[in-house]
């Protein structure tokens, strides 16, 4: 039963957080590196504040967002030391940096001109582009990188460097992640004698699997949240997903041959079945791209999806499965009796990605905590 919740809630285990952080540390290729907790996105959908509380009272001193706004929620929520924003932040906001002790990314030349045109001493790290392209000075100009850090280390509070590994979690990519850790390392080397404290490289994949005597940090992401960077990925033993999410039954019916269920008639009835209506759709986040695709679970067994996934609502056979009655809890994510269904899963069947699952599961989800 779900009591004390409404339709559709996802239960977040803090400890397993926590263990997955350890268990982590343990595997990391250097073992001296130190944890910068990713939290950007809601912590992948995990609640940024609970989270980072948490982790910051259990020892992180570095977090790292996508935004102002998410730098700022954090903050005053109770997240201590370090905030790094990994992108963008509008120059006239640069006040804001400073008032709350944030750590502002600097994505390229004109962008740390226009911070530095501000007069004030924001904290920055330069972002490099070693192969993504996406932000950052272009490493293949080793003469330029190191002239423009120059610049900005005399007019800014630059602290540190960092690049972004794009394929650090495909073993078949190895080349190509080296060849930008190398890159991150020649730049690192050329501006030594600023004595920058924080230059990392090493993304939750790359942590693992590589290796870099210049990076200080593992930043650590989807991992910490029990999930695979990649579907194929195999994780240190006893990473767990931190995340379930789980509704109930609202209605049982029987249907007949030739019925069709759902938007559009997508599934037509073959033989007399049961059905469960589950008061969770696309609008909570649930994909609409598994209709009569994916499966929920329900006392232990799988539900496939008959129809198409709803705004609000979806659709499942129970016709074999015992006990299915109003209230029954559905499982969408996590585990039912000895079966398990991973946001990984989900994310395999319609060709994405775990974080997206889970990044995806809307506000009007209630979120409850277990520690």
Not at 27 to 41: D, G, Q, R, S, W
Not at 57 to 65: Q, R
Not at 104 to 124: F, M, N, T
Not at 212 to 230: E, M, N, T
Request: with cysteine; proline share 4%.
């Amino acid at each position: 039963m779900n009591e004390g919740f409404n339709r559709s809630w996802v239960e977040i285990n803090l400890q397993t957080i926590l263990n997955n952080l350890n268990i982590y540390k343990r595997y990391l290729k250097v073992p001296t590196y130190e944890i910068m907790a990713v939290v950007k996105a809601d912590a992948y959908g995990h609640g940024d504040t609970v989270v980072s509380k948490y982790l910051s009272d259990n020892g992180i001193n570095h977090f790292a967002v996508s935004n102002i706004d998410e730098a700022i929620h954090i903050r005053e929520s109770g997240a201590e030391g370090q905030i790094l924003i990994l992108g963008y932040t509008p120059v006239e906001r640069a006040e804001e940096l400073i008032q709350y002790d944030i750590t502002q990314a600097l994505l390229s030349e004109d962008y740390a001109e226009k911070i530095a045109s501000q007069g004030l001493p924001v904290k920055c790290q330069f972002a490099i582009d070693t192969g993504m392209r996406r932000i950052g000075l272009n490493a293949d100009d080793l003469d330029d990188c190191e002239r423009i850090i120059r610049i900005y280390a005399d007019k800014l509070k630059l602290d540190g460097l960092f690049t972004h590994l794009c394929v650090a979690d495909t073993p078949e990519q190895n080349e190509f992640t080296e060849h930008q850790i190398k890159l991150f390392e020649d730049i690192a080397a050329r501006v030594s004698d600023l004595n920058l404290p924080y230059c990392h490289c090493m993304n939750s994949a790359g942590g693992l699997w590589h290796h870099s005597d210049v990076s200080c940090f593992a930043r650590l992401g989807i991992i910490l949240y029990g999930l695979k960077p990649d579907y194929m990925n195999n994780l240190p033993k006893g990473i767990q997903p931190a995340l379930s999410w789980k509704s109930v039954v609202s209605m049982v019916k029987e249907v007949k041959p030739g019925d069709t269920i759902g938007y559009g008639r997508s599934f037509t009835v073959g033989n007399s079945m049961k059905i469960a209506t589950i008061p969770t759709g696309y609008a909570d986040g649930y994909p609409r791209l598994l209709s009569n695709k994916g499966w929920v679970l329900i006392n232990g067994h799988i539900a496939p999806i008959v129809g198409r996934v709803c705004m609000d609502q979806m659709m499942v056979d129970v016709t074999e499965i015992p006990n299915v009655e109003f209230e029954s809890e559905v499982v969408l994510i996590g585990r039912s009796g000895d079966a398990t269904i991973t946001a990984d899963d989900l994310a395999h069947l319609i060709g994405t990605i775990g974080y997206e699952i889970v990044c995806g599961i809307s506000k009007r989800v209630e979120r409850a905590y277990i520690d």
